[in-house]
């Protein structure tokens, strides 16, 4: 198939047309990622029983060989006889070797014994070895522009609207905060997920006529896997593992979307506080040159929108009948993609916050059009605070009044000889403030830092 | 890229590795598609120029040969260029046309002019062309079934219990009827899919510098393709006319989940009412080789449980900034995969549904279990009707005691003397009943047929 | 149960502490008015019984009194007791009738008979009488504001960029048309609701004993009601029929979400192009009391992000086992809370657009941030019609220029000599634009004007 | 407002008539208990103002006495004037302390200082203290069916069809597993939910005027309350918090669902190995009144229908602009319904495995129909295992052979000489499950007193 015949986007744009995550992501996200997993299984499965001596060790090592030569391309033939895909990955292997080797190829094994326990592996590994460092990489970056622009001077907006003073630093400090957390919760979800062994309806059937111990067995071939079994399963591995990587994942996605989304408003005409650098040679628009959209937040945001309601399918997938219905199969190979998606959004992020053009002359301008207001929250509130019987009319007042003198409000106040009793308790601080609402920014650069410091130690912890 | 490096599952297993849909659907839903349809309505614009005397005639026949020749893979190292994937298609064009013919591509267009329109476009031609003819066959098997099956007798479950009596084809045509009603809610909605030729903003601010009446010159172009413009547009096309088309489309494949639901429920070991014909060599379980698992019908609700929820994706997409933030471009492009997902499980449950095969011994023999308590029903609301002072004590006594005799209910109660006031006023016809409860199915074989020929006559219309 | 007790938000706060729409939407959302419509139902069951002379008249009589008497609370207190809750209603009605009458209330009818015919009447009546008016009434309003300001410049946008100018009586009309298209398709989908009288699996097995043509009683009983009968039915209605109103309810929601997101982005501090009327007493926020906050505009937001995922509920409830199971008989319970939130939404956002501020000065403001811009696109777009060979590149250096000597681009062109040969074959209108971009507003009034007229019209045809 | 009312199902319905529910439930999740909370946390902080001798001990009685004193309905009534109903909420306070104490009521505190952290609070409790407990009573009701049960033998199903032996306990043990592993998952994520007191934009500007060191002060008053701080807050508390506790609790609805659904399915009419205990005067059906439906069970997997999707209202509200839009305000009121749902099919739930039938006669029942296909497996592994160099072949002949003497499979093999070669290396519980293919359920008794121990130990430590 030519890469322009695919109609999933991942394939033909986002993952396939992408070479540096098309890379990184076909060892684990593709179907013949998917297939080397089975393959590793079913290699696993002949290497235990070869120690626990239920099989010869020259079984193993012909199994070993056969699995370390079959492609995907050979099971979906051999698929296209058996109408199973477990069964025709079964025969790939032992077509592969002697007569003496094939009753041990897929022993005691039921299909989903392989399926289950490979599909955690990979996805394990894809989000340990590709996502997690990625977002890391992002998660640093981040880091970089919190402690860079930590004292900054910003408005800061609720409802839109200008409300107390920030810096820029600060702003992103959420985003290092909220993100650090979610790759703790994907790094703890990962570290979660489980494998099995335990048959065609969960209780050893098969293998406790030749195992003594098959718990013990199921175990050790999952412990080779790197992976641990649940308390229970059925003919799969309780989905709640999965859904609970999914969620983080999602999760996680959110926060992305969401500093994509602040940067994206950021860059409006009107409020200009960051741009995005263009290469040379990029266009804006056909028809209006010099244009400067945020398409990368942009398609971020509509990354998400695409796959953030797909948890819904993670959800349903929970319910499966007796001891397994396959209305989830298909579906659980759909709710991969999504690691893919985040993955391709988060290099997109990365990307462009790696050249985030901060402009500190916006952020002033912004910054000046509430600035007579600011002085007038901390005003009201030190009056209040310093008894004063009706500070918030008193206020309101003098904002009247220092408009119609064209002078700034703190001055206005500090020569307003009714306030004398109660700006003579101020300490300098409060004064500073009055004259200068840039310094009402609580501790906003302090909590920048300590947030980086934070977040920082534990992405090390987590690398 | 190799079919098997693939990471969407539509594109390495239900449609790129399905020869028959491949062809039918790479001609809407692939990518390379997507550039043809846009490639289309470049053309008919520099076509609509001519016809109006805005530019030459060779213009138009330059433009349109040029289009005939430009690919994907073009389209796409372009873009790697400008950033930009409509700039990249007119850079195409323009470098295939004489300096002569070059103003005219894209004229007065914006990039959403093509995109919005071309995209409106190849949704309407795949559902026109292919889903609902496909729908239509599956429609056309399902009255086969049901008028096959209008007569055979079956158990009605309401709850997972036996209810009253209906006939297999009475319940087939449940879904004749729902699916009927969903394939003309299909063809409504893709009729009116809308295109526009609005300009960046939606109020022709480019085209209304040369052109007398831009709406009606729009109107040209969108007739020329087959499609409308709605009363308003803003950079892109109201969002509402595709959702409403992803609605029918959604709610199509609810139906089609629920008869596989269906299927797979009379499937059941101790129901076994229905059985999907195996064909050689197929494999129904790795270790049990003798299973018949109803792997279809699981198929389609999986599909449907993977899809469904991207309706979430629409609606949130309807929400758009101003004239148009990008938040919905990555994600509208994901929306088209549920044609493909759809038309896979459509094609799926086709293929299973026309070889169904219905055991009429199953049943019976599950009918037969609740024989006797049927016949309490009609007894029961005849005595009421004809004034029994307690019908329902009268009729729980005596099956109480048919139970102790041995003989059946509707006998019992023939031969009992204090029912006899009133079982004179029995018709022939509820006599029958008492002694056949089988006769007990209502209206259900004459519904079937007229539920058929309604939904028949239909379908002959929308084809 | 004290107000304050409740715990869902519409019960305690957005209906059940909002008298208007309290009063407006009990008479259809309460659980009251649920056991009102079924009551209507079982009497006009009796009534067309009488009709078609299967029961005395003086029977209909009777039922019709004992339905018009009872109460909610009576029903729950039965219930209790039977664990049914349509059986309850039953008696209910049978102690208050004579003897004689009792084996005519709820004849031949299935439970769901009465519950799938009086949700569907009851969602249809309040969506008809209620939420239409409604909907209308803040389509009027919109189309108001529309033709207010359709001459009034505003900057168009796109990215959140200044992209071209337009009106705000164009934007404006964005959603005249939208919201227009939305409420006829409310329309269609709530004329289209459906009833059934067919019995407990759809076969009318028990109402075929008694009647010679049930269908055509049924559809005697419905029409009484106002609804008609789909093709076939089970237990229940097809649930495709309610689903298609839900979609059309929700779909509408979509579209008073994005005028409320456009709106509170429009008051934005640096952007303030609209603003909110505050009533006298209002506070903005408990620490910033001259804040001016949109939270009308986010509470519609807000309200849209709680219920447009309910859809979901609603497709999952088209899955039915057989002739019916019940796990939608809850969920579809709560699917009905989704109109009281929609309505809520419609009345808040009609109580801020009737009082919204269009500050002129500040849509003049941000306009002039992007005026030189502006000129320089019709101006290449002309240069370019007229062959200029590189129209972008004159372009690009004249603003350099006029930038260079502080004059507006659009007059440096002008005295340009090189343009001459081109600027001589602009037509009057042009070289207008060129020295007033303000007038480069395409067809905006005039399409604002036009998609007035056309709702307008429809909007009576609906009323 | 009369209960019925209302428009929710919750209050009209499941919670509000339901006492039992109520009284746990209003404390916790109530528009009351929300004020009651709020109150808390405003009394806190004067408290921890005292502390820090901010403000004099006094001002704290007075507050805290006023605090005790005021209703949901003081505070509605007070908001009709203010809009804004944390203000209102301040001024109800205000009005009941002396003028000195006045500035201390909400000092230096913004609404969501208190929303967020009262949120936080009353969300956390209602999990610990009903949630919690109350999915850890059906917890152990599961753990003592499962070991009632272990050895009871039950037919495996993997499609709905018959797979291999296993135990009735085993299977009810997957759920003590399953709901164990999401009540684990619940506490840890109440555990770890968060609040906040840093201000309207979260850099604690109105704090640091008068606090040396205001993210001390901030964890005083949550510590006192019993929770911590996020390492960075806006105006609101992170999302990420509350979000993992709401997927948390919808996976367990997940989990219970899915027991409902097996249930149900195991109360079919042809499968009826459970049945629920009916309560005398209960009706089945309006016009069948001996039916026995799984209502109950249909009711849990409806309200999972109901609330499962609203995990997209979770997601979708991580995305806030900027330090704060208001956009998450009243979804996030809707999200908390989802515990009173939750904890309503909790309750059902127990209701009805409290009094759940097990048939053991319809187990055996159902066991029998595949007794001989059970056989055929051990028999063809065994084989195999032992060098048959063909095991599969001799098997199937040996079925039909098998059918055509009327005699039982295993006791076929053990007569048939050409496989006397392989018998003879059986083990004596090898022959024992040919002769007994009851045997052949693996460790499933086994397994579920194992896992019945694991979580009663962990339900110990958690409780």
């Given at each position: 198939m030519n890469l322009f015949d695919s109609i999933s986007p991942l394939d033909?744009?986002?993952?396939?047309?992408?070479p540096k995550l098309f890379e990184k992501l076909k060892l684990y996200l593709s179907e013949d990622a998917a297939i080397k997993y089975q393959l590793l299984v079913e290699k696993t499965l002949v290497e235990v029983l070869a120690e626990k001596k239920i099989c010869p060790k020259d079984a193993a090592r012909e199994v070993a060989r056969a699995c370390g030569s079959i492609s995907a391309e050979d099971v979906y033939r051999e698929e296209e006889k058996t109408k199973h895909n477990i069964r025709a990955l079964v025969n790939c292997i032992r077509r592969k070797v002697s007569d003496k080797s094939k009753?041990?190829?897929?022993?005691?094994?039921?299909?989903n014994d392989i399926i289950s326990t490979s599909e955690a592996l990979r996805l394990k590994d894809a989000v340990i070895k590709v996502v997690i460092p990625d977002l890391i990489r992002l998660e640093k970056m981040l880091i970089k522009i919190a402690r860079k622009e930590k004292a900054t001077l910003q408005i800061g907006r609720t409802h839109g609207q200008h409300a107390e003073p920030i810096t820029f630093g600060f702003a992103i400090a959420e985003y290092v905060s909220r993100l650090g957390s979610r790759i703790s919760a994907i790094k703890i979800a990962a570290d979660n997920m489980r494998g099995k062994f335990s048959g065609a309806v969960g209780s050893y059937n098969a293998s406790s006529l030749f195992i003594r111990d098959p718990e013990q067995f199921e175990a050790a071939v999952l412990k080779k896997l790197g992976l641990k079994a649940s308390t229970h399963s059925t003919q799969i591995v309780e989905p709640e593992f999965a859904l609970d990587l999914y969620h983080a994942l999602t999760s996680a996605f959110g926060v992305i979307a969401n500093l994509a989304d602040d940067m994206r408003h950021l860059q409006r005409s009107e409020i200009a506080e960051v741009a995005e650098e263009f290469t040379s040679?990029?266009?804006?628009?056909s028809t209006m040159p010099h244009k400067r959209n945020p398409i990368n937040f942009e398609n971020v945001k509509s990354m998400w929108k695409a796959f953030m309601p797909r948890m819904i399918t993670g959800y349903a997938d929970q319910i499966s009948e007796?001891?397994?219905?396959?209305?989830n199969s298909a579906s659980s190979r759909f709710m991969l993609e999504g690691v893919a998606a985040l993955l391709a959004a988060v290099n997109r992020l990365s990307g462009v916050m790696g050249r985030l053009v901060v402009d500190h002359k916006g952020l002033e301008k912004n910054f000046s059009l509430s600035r007579e207001r600011i002085t007038a929250e901390p005003l009201y509130l030190l009056l209040a605070y310093y008894n004063h019987p009706d500070a918030h009319e008193a206020v309101r007042k003098m904002t009247l009044e220092s408009d119609k003198r064209g002078i700034p409000l703190g001055k206005a106040a500090m020569q307003d000889k009714s306030l004398q009793p109660y700006l003579k308790k101020f300490t300098k601080e409060h004064k500073a403030i009055l004259s200068?609402?840039?310094?009402?920014?609580?501790i906003a650069a302090k909590k920048a830092e300590e947030v980086c410091s934070y977040w920082e130690k534990e992405m090390g912890r987590l690398s």
């Open positions: 033909y744009r986002y993952y396939g047309n992408n009753p041990y190829v897929h022993f005691t094994a039921t299909s040679g990029q266009v804006g628009s007796h001891q397994r219905d396959l209305t200068n609402p840039e310094k009402y920014t609580g």
